[in-house]
């Protein structure tokens, strides 16, 4: 695992979540229900409205890869009938808390697939490029629908990949040796 949860809210995590959300993002607990399953955000946070009240929160769940990257996931998590945030998915690596931002204008829709969104940290040259190149890759990919859904890919942009994805790597591992 590289990105998880960003220990502190500073300037940098500030402006990041600037670029998706005019709001201020916050530490939320991760309580999972019983039968909630992990990366099924939006139906655990449904069901955990029809059984307890309150309303899904929309918004994006914040990584950092401290001095490297953050990254923006699309997210729901619960919102009590007293208006406390709880995020109510198990998450893969065991998390105890997320950083939320909400962002009521990204309502989950099955129709549209909201990529993850990344952003360099400041001053980390490598970073920046590994980020462009990865927008690069995601704006080709995602033309395609959802990630992980056989489309067949035309030779053009495969052709666009192939020439991406070696410098991409190259530049992932040069961020994994810091």
């Known amino acids: 695992m590289t990105t998880d949860t960003p220990k502190t809210i500073d300037d940098a995590l500030l402006a990041f979540c600037a670029r998706i959300s005019p709001a201020t993002p ?38 950092r890869w401290p001095g490297r990257y953050f990254e923006a996931e699309h997210h729901a998590i619960w919102r009590s009938p007293d208006g406390t945030l709880r995020d109510v998915t198990p998450m893969l690596y065991g998390q105890t808390r997320i950083l939320f931002l909400s962002d009521p204008g990204a309502v989950f829709d099955p129709e549209r697939y ?3 969104i990344l952003g360099a940290e400041p001053g980390n040259a490598v970073a ?25 890919i035309t030779p ?5 990949l192939d020439a991406i994805t070696p410098r991409w790597m190259a530049l992932y591992a040069e961020l994994e040796r810091g």
């Open 26 to 63: 916050e530490f939320v607990e991760v309580v999972p229900g019983d039968e909630a399953r992990v990366a099924y955000c939006f139906s655990n946070s449904a069901e955990q409205v029809a059984r307890a009240g309150g309303e899904i929160a929309y918004g994006w769940a914040i990584w």
């Open 128 to 152: 920046e490029d590994y980020v462009a190149l990865a927008d690069a890759r995601s704006a080709i990919l995602n033309a395609y629908g959802e990630p992980g859904v056989d489309h067949a």
């Open 114 to 116: 909201r990529p993850n």
């Open 156 to 160: 053009a942009d495969q052709a666009r």
